[in-house]
């Protein structure tokens, strides 16, 4: 069972940054989601298994970086340059045995205050 801990949500005002941590139960690609209030889960950024490669919203991209730490089966995601319309619920993803993003973490919360 993959098992995944959200950790670095906050309160922060616009311009400040963040950064959060996903320490994860194996080592996996990985990826960050968002969900805000009344609106549908997206996509944020994700990191292969090796750290090679890095995919991003186009939102996020330039003010975002998703990282890893293997030996510690942790990924990160360094959010600097933060907005308003960054606040919501963070979640990290694990793909289950389709390929697909299917093990979610409790997610953690990120407020851009203006």
């Known amino acids: 069972q993959v098992q995944l801990v959200e950790s670095g949500g906050g309160l922060v005002q616009a311009g400040g940054s963040l950064r959060l941590s996903c320490a994860a139960s194996?080592?996996?690609?990985m990826g960050w989601f968002r969900q805000a209030p009344g609106k549908e889960r997206e996509f944020v950024a994700a990191i292969t298994w090796s750290g090679g490669s890095t995919y991003y919203a186009d939102s996020v991209k330039a003010r975002f970086t998703i990282s890893r730490d293997n030996a510690k089966n942790t990924v990160y995601l360094q959010m600097n340059s933060l907005k308003p319309e960054d606040t919501a619920v963070y979640y990290c993803?694990?793909?289950?045995?389709?390929?697909?993003?299917?093990?979610w973490g409790q997610g953690t919360q990120v407020t851009v205050s203006s």
């Open positions: 194996g080592r996996y690609r």
């Open positions: 993803a694990a793909p289950g045995t389709t390929g697909s993003w299917y093990y």
